[in-house]
């Protein structure tokens, strides 16, 4: 029935900041207004290289915390709290002010089905939603979108080099890459339109590319030019760190609003998945997470603004492959671990408290002594979401959108 599937969909994958060291690519992949999800956004953040889940929602109030933690425990008067054990990072600030207004869940205890601890086959897992690695060899999101649509052609556009796993499948996808330099006279797409031109097939999905491409621009306007470069004369690391820091977060609010401002057109993507890279925190861990979860706030920020009333309408899920240990190493950092955080946020998000149990951190209670026990399936978090909110059948999330996942039960009273 795919070939009879008919959608507006596309998606773009762009370095947009990676002069920046963001490391954040996106990439859309959407359908139509008129379609049955009624004008229902979904995001989802990849954080890729396993992001510490005790530093991303620190259980400040869990009584073994500190003492596991060390020098990178953070003390309960430095985490924003959000209830009496668990907090969000220093430099989540505006997520926490949507935390506040009930626009905020957490999972603190959640994993894939799969316990590898290394990067490719963890990723694998969390972004084919298969039980196992290299399980599946197409995306869950995409086929969210194949399941949304059984009446309907699909067809995609992704905008960039290579479309992530997660959104890899049969919905077909035309591509096109601006880079950060593009030629505003548009030479590629010219050259790709005449290459394409006879091709019943990509011809068409290629002139909508095109149209995506406007959009694109459109979204686009208002945007001023990055920031100049630093000139590193006699300035100090700290100065020139925090100048480069203000300059991360202000490129990445701008995606955020980029992105926002292309969600709410009409006939904009309702799917979006942005990957946010450098979480693999080894050595100086607080550091490093500093900078690049005050990059994540910032976007977030950018995309609650930008939505505007659309906020209502959405959801974002942020997730990573695998957390990390929970005792810190010899070199300020800690290594590949189990269970890790997972956020939900929405205009739209029922009250509740976190998602799944807590498993503690008692030495009794860790994974092989060493990680935090998973509590929580990813499948069910992921299924939970699609279903309330996106409208996927039951059936389908568990035959084709996460295959044998009846063990792996729906997240319910989310939205």
């Known amino acids: 029935m795919t070939d009879h599937h008919h959608t507006h969909g596309f998606s773009r994958r762009q370095a947009l900041f990676g002069a920046l060291g963001l490391g954040a690519s996106v990439t859309f992949m959407g359908r139509a207004a008129h379609a049955q999800t009624g004008g229902k956004k979904l995001i989802v953040l990849v954080c890729r290289g396993g992001l510490d889940g005790l530093s991303f929602t620190p259980p400040v109030g869990d009584p073994d915390y500190a003492a596991l933690r060390g020098a990178i425990a953070y003390a ?42 290394s990067h490719f086959e963890a990723q694998d897992v969390l972004e084919t939603g298969a039980v196992t690695r290299y399980g599946a060899n197409s995306g869950w999101l995409n086929r969210t979108l194949q399941s949304l649509s059984p009446d309907r052609k699909v067809e995609a ?18 591509s096109w890459s601006p880079g950060r330099n593009a030629d505003a006279t548009a030479r590629l797409p010219t050259i790709l339109q005449d290459l394409y031109k006879n091709d019943p097939l990509l011809g068409p999905a290629f002139a909508r590319g095109l149209q995506t491409e406007a959009m694109a621009q459109i979204a686009m306007t208002g945007l001023s030019a990055p920031a100049q470069p630093m000139d590193g004369m006699a300035k100090p690391n700290a100065v020139a760190q925090q100048a480069a ?12 609003v980029t992105v926002a401002n292309f969600m709410t057109q009409a006939g904009g993507p309702q799917i979006v998945a942005i990957s946010l890279d450098g979480f693999d925190t080894h050595a100086g861990q607080v550091g490093q997470l500093q900078s690049r979860l005050s990059y994540m706030d910032a976007l977030i920020g950018g995309l609650t603004s930008g939505l505007g009333p659309a ?13 990390r240990t929970a005792r810190v190493n010899g070199t300020g950092g800690t290594d590949h671990g189990t269970a890790s955080s997972a956020l939900v946020l929405g205009g739209g998000l029922k009250k509740g408290g976190i998602i799944g149990d807590w498993p503690t951190l008692q030495q009794t209670a860790l994974f092989e002594n060493r990680d935090t026990t998973p509590t929580l399936d990813m499948r069910g978090l992921f299924k939970g979401v699609l279903r309330d909110h996106l409208g996927v059948e039951q059936r389908a999330l568990e035959t084709t959108v996460f295959p044998d996942s009846a063990s792996a039960r729906p997240v319910t009273g989310i939205v």
């Open 245 to 256: 820091q203000r300059q991360g977060m202000a490129a990445a609010e701008k995606l955020g």
């Open 157 to 174: 556009l992704s905008v960039g080099a290579v479309a992530p796993l997660i959104l890899r499948g049969q919905v077909q996808a035309a």
């Open 76 to 117: 309960p008067e430095q985490a924003l709290k959000l209830d009496g054990t668990f907090g969000l990072h220093p430099a989540l600030v505006r997520t926490h002010a949507l935390a506040q207004k009930g626009h905020l869940r957490i999972a603190p205890a959640i994993a894939t089905p799969d316990r590898a601890r």
């Open 311 to 323: 906020w209502n309408d959405t959801v974002i899920v942020a997730a990573t492959e695998f957390g």
